[in-house]
């Protein structure tokens, strides 16, 4: 574990010139043609051979073996414009404002890391640089392609980074085994009404409104359809229609999210918000049409690995550096935001780590998602030596 701290100390530069290349490029989604070439030129250039998985995601192994480890990196951002005062701002509406940038660089020193020490390999470490985190589609994606091999992961890892916490940076926290993160699914409704005068409203069909009383009606999901025990959260981010104050438009849109501990309780909130949208518009003589555009399970964090990574981790970075997460509160052991990685904890053993980035105490004030987050990027060396760390741990 020195070797690997020595190590990675060793690439800091080269760490935080990757991360500040990925910032100032963010891209989103699915769309990643710069982010996706400068990874696998990054990767070639170690010796290793990135191939496409799914639409644009890629992986690539480290060592030999039937079985192997997964370490995972997501590299899309947000679409958000950036308000962060860095030389290396991304000025095209787009931001890494949840730290992926951080991840990708992370990953990429851990592939130094390993290729560097592969000869002496206990089995195989699979790279996974995934696409579309943030809509919730690109780790599904990937497995639909192959990822797994049918089950021939023994391991999965994810790191994510945090800003705007109390910890010093570097600080590990490991997830407990169980769930810890919710269930999760984004969707969108789309109101289709009669546009025409606004003083003539009985000619028309208005959407408008008819959006507006599905949104209060969405509300009762959470009021009055779950048990008080059932942590749940229903959230609609945005709703827009018409251009003028005396016209009523022929449509509006709304889209949302939805968030359960339980797999069940989403499922059935889902069924009941398209109920809801669809019955509500129809009383009103317009019609509604309900998507569902992202979605995924609840985080399952498996006990072995976690037993696992607590010991490397301390090894790694020392015991005042490592927490495990139902040591910190209920907060910290189920946190509210969600994670595609999730697919991937149904389909292996897997864990999430989270790793602070940044205190406010040291100028990083704002959480992630927002437009003027940053990230201290002396955790880039600890993530990638951890990151390393965690492999080695499954494979021993």
Known sequence: MEDLSRAAGEIADWLRAERRWLHAHAETGFQLPQTVRHVADALAQMGLQPV?????????????????????????????????????????????????????????????????????????????????????????????????????CVGAYMLHVLTGVDLPTGTAIVSAPGVSAPAAAFFRIAVQGKGCHGAQPHNGVDPLLTAARIALGLQHIRAGELPMAESAVLTLGMLR????????????????????????????????AEEIATGVAQAFRARAAFSVTGRAPTLLNDAELSQRAMHSLTALLGEACVKRSDALGEEARRNGGSEDFAHISHAAPALMVALAAGRPQDGHVHPAHHPQATFDEAALPIGAAAYAALALSALG
């Open 241 to 272: 229609a018409g251009e003028s104050a005396n016209v009523i438009p022929d449509r509006a849109e709304m889209a949302g999210s939805l968030r359960a501990f339980s797999d069940e309780a989403l499922g059935m909130m889902l069924r009941r």
């Open 52 to 152: 496409q998985c799914g639409r644009c995601g890629l992986v690539a192994d480290v060592g030999v073996g039937e079985r192997f480890v997964l370490l995972r990196a997501d590299m899309d951002a947000l679409p958000i414009g950036e308000e962060a005062d860095l030389p290396f701002a991304c000025r095209d509406g787009r931001m890494h404002a949840c730290g992926h940038d951080m991840h990708t660089a992370m990953l990429l020193g851990a592939s130094r890391l390993l290729k560097a020490r592969e000869g002496q390999l206990p089995g195989r470490v699979r790279l996974m640089f995934q696409p579309a985190e943030e809509i919730l589609s690109g780790a599904a994606d990937m497995l639909a392609d192959g990822l797994l091999e049918d089950g021939r």
